[in-house]
């Protein structure tokens, strides 16, 4: 997880929201990600899919079994989507994403039966740090955009 937040704080360097992950497989790192939504001006530059992308050209394959992904937020709809559909055997979350985290907050899209795969979820590692890292954030955020309302 330490990998991971590394990896959300290079999104932070770049003004967007940190969010970042690892992938690893044989116990060894082969895929890292972090959000990149308004760099890229690309909906689906989320931290999950840029490292499950590298994670498949590093394997040379779409199908990411026997690997670990460690993500400081929990994913979203579309990346928990992935998740399955890419069959990573396990997720390890930072902390909960309470508005959209499709891996137990909102809805828990990683262990429904009626998929053909299932993610096995660990939750709380490091949660403290990766929470006050995005509360950071995003405190930090509004007061520059209160700051430029009170330039203009």
């Known amino acids: 997880m330490r990998e991971a937040i590394r990896q959300a704080k290079k999104a932070e360097a770049l003004m967007e929201v940190p969010i970042g992950c690892v992938i690893v497989c044989q116990d060894k790192i ?3 990600g972090y959000n990149r939504r308004n760099t890229d001006k690309n909906t689906l530059s989320h931290a999950e899919l840029n490292a499950i992308r590298k994670a498949s050209k590093k394997l040379g394959d ?3 079994e026997g690997c670990t992904m460690y993500v400081t937020l929990e994913p979203c709809q579309m990346c928990a989507g992935a998740l399955v559909q890419s069959r990573i055997d396990e997720v390890v979350i930072g902390c909960r994403n309470a508005k959209a985290g499709c891996a137990g907050s909102v809805i828990n ?4 039966e009626e998929f053909n795969h299932q993610v096995k ?5 490091l949660e403290e740090e990766c929470s006050t890292m995005l509360s ?5 955020l509004r007061e520059i955009k209160k700051n430029e309302k009170t330039v203009l």
Request: proline content about 0%.
């Open 30 to 32: 082969i895929a890292r």
């Open 62 to 64: 779409w199908r990411l």
């Open 109 to 112: 899209l990683l262990n429904m």
């Open 121 to 125: 979820i660990t939750e709380g590692v």
């Open 136 to 140: 950071d954030f995003f405190r930090r």
